[in-house]
């Protein structure tokens, strides 16, 4: 017997920080980038990802989020059945893209439909968000969110996500810096500076509310506001030390060349970056500039 489960990818818009401490955030999926789990009965515990094939429990530390999804759904089957897990997609790791909530999110959804246990939505989400939070240091619930939605998320610990059916008629530019940024040093950073200074607190309520901002904009298909709010929320997030000087760079092209807006996108000290554009003439434009400076890039409609 062979289960698979198709999980998309997500970028978030607005409130990558703030998030994590209670304020509002602003995400979108993105259904191009995918993964596909599958599990299949198997002579030993296996796993088959394009950067690990080995032992499924002597995977790396990376992996730890997963192991955990694993560990706790073969114990709510009563199972110690050896199990294959294969993986392949196009979310690149450690780019803020979501990779990990996606694959946490799928291995759940396969293994709940593998062993026929009936989870509810809730259960699903909340075993996804447990292995986030294994993987970064600290979860928000924003990723597992938008990488089980097939709309717009917009975001808070305290309501969850609601999904917006809207489009602001525009194309977003994604870019992949080569980069890898490393989530939970980001947060650890963020965190140091919250018990630092006052004036980080007050940099993260401002995100939240750009994210409060950028939605209100959003339903009114208001590009320059959403632009603005992007390049906004950039200057925050630089101020945190959470940018790079490729970022820099590539921002700088980017609104030279007619970019409404743009920003780091996800946890920061690398990763990707996104330009908010009129149209996809103009994101292939700036793609073609920036191109020499990273490794990929999409477009995505919105």
Known sequence: MKNSYLAHGKVILMGEHAVVYGYDALALPLKSLQIRTTVERAAEMWMATAKYHGPFWAAPAEYDGLKYVVRTMLTKAASQQPLKFTYRGQIPTKRGLGSSASVALATTRVLNDYFK????????????????????????????????????????????????????????????????GSTKEAVALVHQQLEQSPAAASKLATLGQLATETKTAWLKQDQQGVGHNFNRAQAILTSLDLSTA???????????????????????LGGIVIALCKDQVLARRIATACQSLVTNSWIEEI
Do not use: C, W, Y
């Open 246 to 268: 490729k970022i820099a760079e590539l921002q700088k092209i980017a609104l030279s060349h007619g970019a409404l807006g743009f920003k780091l996108s996800g946890s920061g």
């Open 117 to 180: 246990l009936g989870l509810t939505e809730a259960e699903v989400i909340a075993i996804t968000n447990q292995a986030e939070t294994i993987n970064h240091g600290q979860a928000s619930g924003l990723d597992a969110a938008t990488v089980n939605s097939d709309h717009l998320i917009f975001f808070n610990q305290k309501r969850g996500p609601v999904a917006l059916q809207a489009e602001l008629k525009a194309s977003l530019l994604i870019m992949d810096t080569g980069e890898l």
